[in-house]
């Protein structure tokens, strides 16, 4: 009897704050359908104010433009940081990155945001650097602006990056670069036509993970942006909290549920058509 | 179409070639002369330094010491894309993105061939190694045999002048092995490439190579054909490697022009061939190889100049079809084997009988004792 | 691990569910009537209304009372609007727009304003079965008086070339709409005209900079020198922002400055008779003399003292204008977005 119950009651937490979990989101559905002036018939009117007003909208295209620049950026720079980490480092230097990483994810992402207001304030490192090298007369806007809103967001998505792309790398047979170079394939076209390749699913993945992270974030463009950089997660919760426009909000959250599901569907598809091409 | 690939043939030449990984010597000052169009076959127990001697010349090992000269020119500085050097690697390394004959196009397109040549080539080593119909499947779809022969054929489309195999056939089962061996050699012998092949396995060096090099401890223990590493290995390391063999312990008690008189305890003795062995030893092994030898009755009148004999009594056994093992032991409790041929096996032996085991002294190995 | 078939996981999570929904209900209803909660701010807020009201409220009725934080009143409207009827506080520290949609919502309980002794000694717009005011906080201008190259005495200087990039603006209609009305009546409009209030701020956008959502916002943006200028600010910002040097300086900006009325809702289905009594204690001439000391906010009891502190930041012929934030309420959605979209991008 005990035996067989055991399953049952090993994932009955999880199930707990599942289901809880689910009870939010659905009651958070049920908000978006009510009508704006205390009707209670179930109505399309929030989808259809978000989808017909101008600057709603624009917190929905300029977060995927930040998003997606964002992630191509921490691809760009995670890459190397993963190819290197696994490639040419010495285990001394490895454990060194990965040390480095692991106090990424570990600490507190308000309180490395409030890191970068410090180095990329009007009196931060940066600035201080800048001026004193010469290269600028006055401190430079560096953050309240989209420019640090990227920085915050590449920061906070790239330790994912890293050991999502890491996971490939490590798993990369090098006989088949090196099978590239005896086939006359100079480095470069070694790591496109060979490296790269191989690491898509890695790419995908990491791709993932950081658009929707970035697609989703609050405190960065909250702290970082100085009102001035138009995130979802802002303008939920600008209406549902600062308006207390539950609806409108909740409608907003929605079509960010929707967004983020179409992204993990349209990528991992991607990524399961790649990699049926030539796996079995 | 056809379009028959060419190759300039190019020799090999190691001089002094060390190799060493964190501070362990893996090669250690080997020389080898690798003539043009010559298949050598690289043979030894894991850990031997043969992998590294391939890597070495492929460019992928730097060596510690020593040079490289592949066609008269000196490679140690050259990167691996510049070698023109093919590989194929034991788990193939096919480009699992790519479909057969875009791993063959590789190459091509790395070397800049022109498209319409390179269609032409990929046809004639599609053709050559019956691969035509697998050209668009992706190398997981394929079986053992099959990735060999992409692998092979990958490495051999751009021409390399030297081809460079690490135990090609490891990951085929017995059969297809033994089908592939021939059909390896014969290829590597059309294309008349100069090759190099490491592996494990005696028989596949010795029916895929013309010269076989036996490694022991990062050197080169013997080269030579298969039947010099067989009828006169000149350790017992290589001896061991290549085939089964008896031995004695034995001391040089005589020596003449023609031959030298052998001691091998309880007053019995051998003779050996005086060119077998070198003047100043005494302490020497004495070998014969168990298909040398032939069991005689007992009585049966020996030619003592022409052969040698010790009494052993038959303790085993072992019919196998073509070949029938014999277990003998001799008086002083050292086990013999004897190998006959099943038709030619017409004396009855009887289990626990005594016979004389002859043989001819020329069949008569002497080596340098382990100690030496 | 057993796999569960799909007909079992899907029981599992009905029942799982069935049980985090009897919770939910199981809370709602063991409302302890005994303690007064209260609905309010933290922070300084909260540790002055601790110290100058509910210690000695319990100490004089032996009502025991605690408060659960918001971060803003909004926020509080938000979670009262989506948990309809299923609020155990008391009291709502609030202010006037928030109730006043609160209202609307059937959220509140009437406040028996004939049981407030006390109400006689404040001025009768703030008292009223909705709410009633607690305090009154000035609003101007903060500024750094080190980087600022001029000395800026009104309005309209918000305007000037000197100040660009330098200013901190509320975030959309945040200050409930406090600063657009503002804007708008400067201008020559009113609460219910606000085209002249944007237009005003369109010509103030080149010198801001940053939008700040809250008050704590607005004092790190002072003092670590982020910002030269906040063009909104509650005066006790100015105290804050004061601790971390003598630099700056609050402007009550000509020709006139707002002030927002805080006040307190009795919530629906609350403790109604103790509620009273602590609103009616709460405005009684001592209490507000000693919570407008600590917060540097007007007492709202018209007997009660200024603070020293705040008269100087706030001279005595300071002109004070009332906005009218019932009317303001409805159109805050509107405002925020306009706000957004004209002067933020």
Redesign the interface.
Known sequence: MFARLMPYTLVAPALLLISTLLMGLSSVLGWSFQGGSGSEAASLIQYENLATNESYRHFFTYSLWLAAVSTFVALILGFPVAYYMEIKASPHQRRLIFAGLLAMFLSDYVLKMFGLILILGRSGLVNRLAMGLGLADSPLRLMYNEFGVLVGLVSGILPYMILSLNGVIARLDKRLQEAAALLGAPPWRIFLLVTLPLCIPGIIAGTMLSFLLSLNSFVTPMLLGGGRVDMIAVLIFDQAINLANLPLGSAAAGVLFLISGAVILLLSLLGDRYQKRFQR | MTLSLSFKKRGITLTGLSVELQGKPILDNVDLEILPGEIIALLGPSGCGKTTMLRAIAGLQRPTAGEIVVGGQAMNDVAPYRRNVGMVFQSYALFPHMTVAENILFGLKMHGVAPAERQGILEATLSMLELGSLRDAYPARLSGGQQQRVAIARSIATQPSVLLLDEPLSALDKKLKDDMRNELRNLLKKVGMTAIIVTHDQEEALAIADRVAVMENGRIAQIGTGGDLYHHPNCRFVADFVGYMNYFDGRVSGRSDRSVDLDIGRDRSLKARAAAIAPSQDDVIVAVRPEAIRPVVNATPIDREAFNSVTARLIGEEFLGIITNLRFQDDEGRELLVIRSGHDNRTQLRAGERYALIWPIDATILMPTDAS | ??T?SRRHTLK??AA??L???LGQIGFSQAQAKKLLKIIAWGGTYGDAMRSSWLEPFAAASGIQSEIQLQ??S??T??SL??NKNRNDADLWFSAIA?TS?AKN?GLLSPIPVGQLKNASQLPAAVVNDTYVGIWSLPYGIIYNAKTVPFEITKWEDLTDKRLK?MV?AP????YNGMFIALLALLAGGDEKNVDPGFELAKKMKPNF?????SDSEQIRLLT???ADVVAFAPVANYFAARKAGAHFRFVCAKPYIPVSISNVAILKDANVEAATRFIDFAISKEPQQKIAQLLGCLPINTQSDVAPALREAVPADTEFRFLQEGVMAGQ??GW???W??EI??
């Open positions: 691990m057993t569960l599992l999570a799982s569910g049980v985090g929904y971060s803003s909004m926020e409207l938000a609007r989506a928030p949609l919502d990039g901190s975030y959309g209609a945040n900079s940053i939008f700040t959502t670590s020198g982020e805050l959605s925020n977005d306009r957004q979209r933020q991008r």
